[in-house]
């Protein structure tokens, strides 16, 4: 077996965001040497890992390169060049997720087709090389408001995707490659992270509920375990495997599922990665997401997934009118409440909606944790100076 | 209020060892801007903190140079120059634990006096000046074997500490300044963690209970909650607050207790800092020592100490026979039991019962906690390559 705990073993991290800083937090209590690239100085990781690169994740030499000084890597954030990736795993560089997952992932119309090929329960679709045949599918009766209109790539936070219920809402759309969905009336937006290694052990943590914020389309609470039948769980959690097993992925992945009205199960999407819908895991799991993310790519036995207690997650975002210097406005008063620990990302300009931390609650009573997430939420306000 | 979450706000730490570390993941959470000092370029803070000095904790200029370009300083060490920090104070930069609580703890003797005037039970003991002290007193019938002998400064780890039964043992111990402590017969070697901010509020962690390794006189295992009647708990932690109370302490402080055969609560010593026995906090608690001391000495609301699940602690000590470049034997196995999260120092070098890590068992059952620990201690070995 490798010795990963020695400094021998090199562990490159591409993107040096949020989702990079927490999973540093796990490779510095297993001592793990890490090498992370991004391209901005500025990156949150960058005083977190041994040695800190600045290159443009899209660009193919940056990858390249950086890539050939680590034995394995791994990613943060989804926006990085492929095609570098793929060449480092055939020059003998392991990279998990590999970059077959990302490819199949990036674009929305594959990852769809994927679902499609491999007969996993997904809401129809259609895909569009450009906006404009959007208009004459409509004119040709081939689709029907209300849709959902998502471009096939970089979207993030709820950017790319849009409920279109008129001609109106596409004209402020961008013009590129889309899909568009049928709109699925659902009781409950779920997720289940899925850990997979290399020998092929896999774990689900219990199934969330994302509670949206209704004008950004954020997930504003998450709420560990979710309010759901056990049979709805066991689905969902079977399903989530069923899509991990499919991509033969090994490293997390996190899959956003639609409770339909009939307590039907269908895949939204995907993320390879550690995932906002698994932060609550840092305070409420046996093994957080990020240790797991690294046990899974470094094929080290899968920790316990079981929840000590209950635990809700709350987006800690921007508040609308305020735009500058960031000030956590009552952090102090939040902390007072029981089971409460605010996660600040440490971006130092705030804007309406901008993600800047999150804050977990932990309780016995996932009642209680709910009331006090809601308390945190009323409480703490994001605001420029 | 300060605005601790911005930039503005420089928090030093004196010390770049293991629980400095521990204490800076909870900084980078909270995105609370760092500076640590430490002798060594080696120490482990080195790559966790915004900025890293250079420099000797017991010098006077290096301590107080450092400790002018921050707000607020704190150590994760005691062997610090005191002298410099009573400067600082008095120049107006905070120091929490406070220069007085140290210079009270530094030397043994100091601190057992403090207790007797506190009237706070401890063991009866002596001072001397010098170890040929003892052989004096022990000629006059003064002193009566077996007792206690401990040295004033510097102990740390076991040593400092020794059981002397005869002449004999006196011959290899350090010749300065120390204490002889009637030898008490006693069930348990307890700890209770405390945490006070400057506003007064005062919370105590679960009693936990320390089990030693016979020969190295380091502990072994720590286990929460102590396996001990409520009342015994009881007094425990409120023998530890008036510790806490009397020193005015702000910060965590470790208290360590012994529960005699008449389940009498002594005072041993204190620890005015993180300390290894809460290390099961992080994963145990709902609160973890590292983020209640900063709650603490940044003056904020403290966080629940009570328990998500019971924990087990086990210290990671090189091997005998073991001196040389590190290997960690079977930590992959240990990995796949239950609940288990090791934590690796990242010391570069073992040699027999260096201290190299620990490792967390959280079970809901304390004795499967127990029992896995044990399965643990069995498994994994520290060796050299």
């Given amino acids: 077996m490798t010795n990963y705990f020695s400094s021998d073993f090199k562990l490159g991290i591409l993107g040096g965001g ?14 793990i040497c890490t090498y992370v690239m991004d391209g901005s100085d500025e990156a949150p990781c960058k005083i977190a890992c041994n040695k800190f690169v ?13 890539g050939k000084t680590v ?40 990852q769809k087709l994927f679902y499609r090929d491999h007969s996993i329960p997904t809401a129809d679709f259609n895909r569009f090389a450009y906006l404009s045949e959007i208009d004459e599918s409509i004119e040709n009766g081939g689709l029907e408001f209300p849709f959902v209109w ?20 596409l004209k402020e759309l961008p013009k590129g490659e889309c899909i568009t969905e049928k709109l699925i009336p659902f009781k409950n937006e779920l997720a289940v992270i899925v850990a997979r290694n290399e020998a092929g052990e896999v774990k689900t943590y219990p199934v ?3 509670e949206f914020h209704p004008e950004a389309n954020q997930v504003e609470y998450v709420i560990c375990p979710a309010r759901i039948s056990d049979a709805v769980a066991d689905k969902a959690r079977t399903t989530a495997m069923v899509v991990s097993e499919a991509f033969n992925h090994v490293g997390l992945l996190a899959v956003e599922l639609f409770q339909t009205e009939d307590d039907d199960i269908l895949v ?21 997401q ?3 993310h690294l046990r899974a790519i470094l094929n080290l036995p899968l920790g316990k997934t079981e929840s000590k207690a209950a635990g809700v997650m709350v987006n ?37 909606f901008r993600k800047m931390g999150h804050v977990t609650i932990v309780n016995n009573d996932i009642t209680e944790a709910r009331r006090i997430a809601e308390d945190v939420k009323r409480t703490i306000r994001v605001v420029s100076r």
């Fill in 18 to 31: 949020q989702l990079g800083k927490m999973m540093l937090y796990s490779t510095r209590k297993f001592d």
């Fill in 54 to 66: 600045k290159g443009e994740l899209m660009d193919f030499d940056a990858v390249y390169n950086f």
């Fill in 71 to 110: 034995d394995l890597l791994t990613f943060e954030i989804e926006n990085v060049n492929v095609d570098a990736l793929e060449k480092l795993e055939q020059e003998g560089v392991k990279v998990y997720p590999s970059s077959k997952t990302l490819r199949l992932i990036q674009n929305k119309a594959t």
């Fill in 150 to 169: 998502k471009a096939t790539q970089f979207g993030y936070d709820g950017k790319g995707v849009k409920i279109v219920r008129n001609l109106e809402d």
């Fill in 208 to 210: 969330v509920e994302m």
């Fill in 268 to 288: 939204n999407e995907v993320a390879p990665r550690p995932h906002n819908s698994g932060h609550q895991t840092i305070e409420a799991s046996y093994t957080s």
């Fill in 290 to 292: 990020f240790e797991q």
């Fill in 316 to 352: 800690l975002v921007g508040a609308e009118g305020h735009t500058g210097d960031v000030v956590y406005e009552h952090i102090a008063d939040i902390m007072k409440m029981e089971g409460v620990t605010p996660h600040i990302y440490g971006k130092k300009q705030t804007r309406p």
